[in-house]
C-alpha cells in the first residue's frame, strides 16, 4: 500500500521560499510517476509538477524558473522546492504517485493517480 505524507508548508511572505517534502513508502511499481498538485481556494487541482522513475521532470510553464521538483531516493523523498513566491501561489500542495503508464506531464488529471497525501498548506501574503 502506497502511502504519502507531506510537511514542509507554511506562511511566507511574497519573495520567499519554501520547500516541501513528500515521503512515500509502499511504491513497488518497476516504473512510477510522481506529482505535485495545488489547489487555490475555489479552484480545481491543477498539476505543478512531474517526475517519473527515469528522472524525467515536467514542470507547469507558468512556474518554470521559480519551482523545482526533486527526489532523494535514497530516503523515498519527493521534493518541491518553491521560490520567489507570490500570492497566487496560496494553495493547498498534494504529494500524488503512481505507476507510469507512459505518460507523467504536469497536465495529467488528478484521476490517473490512485495515491494522494494530505496536504500541506502554503500561504504567501503580499
Known amino acids: 500500500q502506497v502511502h504519502l505524507v507531506e510537511s514542509g508548508g507554511g506562511s511566507v511572505q511574497a519573495g520567499g521560499s519554501l520547500t516541501l517534502s513528500c515521503a512515500a513508502s509502499g511504491i513497488t511499481y518497476s516504473t512510477y510517476c510522481m506529482a505535485w498538485f495545488h489547489r487555490a481556494p475555489g479552484k480545481e487541482h491543477e498539476g505543478v509538477a512531474t517526475l517519473d522513475s527515469n528522472g524525467r521532470i515536467t514542470v507547469r510553464h507558468s512556474l518554470e524558473g521559480r519551482f523545482i521538483i526533486s527526489k532523494d531516493n535514497a530516503k523515498n523523498t519527493l521534493f518541491l522546492q518553491m521560490n520567489t513566491l507570490k500570492p497566487e501561489d496560496t494553495a493547498m500542495y498534494y504529494c500524488?504517485?503512481?505507476?507510469?503508464?507512459?505518460?507523467?506531464?504536469?497536465?495529467?488529471?488528478?484521476?490517473?493517480?490512485?495515491?494522494w497525501g494530505q496536504g500541506t498548506q502554503v500561504t504567501v501574503s503580499s
Open positions: 500524488a504517485a503512481d505507476r507510469n503508464y507512459g505518460v507523467c506531464d504536469y497536465s495529467l488529471v488528478t484521476a490517473y493517480f490512485a495515491n
